[in-house]
């Protein structure tokens, strides 16, 4: 078993960042890739950004843009997701997930944690 913990979440307005942090403990965090994903009210969860075992190979959504870096640090058993040029739209619940197969795919993920709420004003 992993379990995930979320916190950085937050009310920012438009054009400002947040830094959503996940902190894992139980199996060795090394051995799972990691990330992120996020559902707006009355909307399919959707990828954000996941890393790979070592931080080595990343994936973003498209909508990502350039504007969130994911990263990691193994020692800490943390996975960090660092966003900017934050827009309305962005106003979701993000997820933390641990998972086997560095994938955009959420089933492929098998741990979860509870979720931070991001809320942008305009």
């Known amino acids: 078993q992993v379990q995930l913990a979320e916190s950085g979440g937050g009310l920012v307005q438009a054009g400002g960042s947040l830094r959503l942090s996940c902190a894992a403990s139980?199996?060795?965090?090394?051995?799972?890739?990691m990330g992120w994903f996020r559902q707006a009210p009355g909307k399919e969860r959707e990828f954000v950004a996941a890393?790979?075992?070592?931080?080595?190979?990343?994936l973003y959504g498209d909508f990502v843009k350039g504007r969130f870096t994911i990263s990691r640090d193994n020692a800490e058993n943390t996975v960090n997701l660092q966003m900017n040029s934050l827009k309305p739209e962005d106003t979701a619940v993000y997820y933390c997930?641990?998972?086997?197969?560095?994938?955009?795919?959420?089933?492929?993920?098998?741990?979860w944690g509870q979720g931070t709420q991001v809320t942008v004003s305009s």
């Open positions: 890393i790979g075992w070592s931080g080595g190979s990343t």
């Open positions: 997930a641990a998972g086997g197969l560095l994938s955009d795919y959420g089933p492929n993920y098998d741990y």
């Open positions: 139980g199996r060795t965090f090394s051995n799972y890739a």
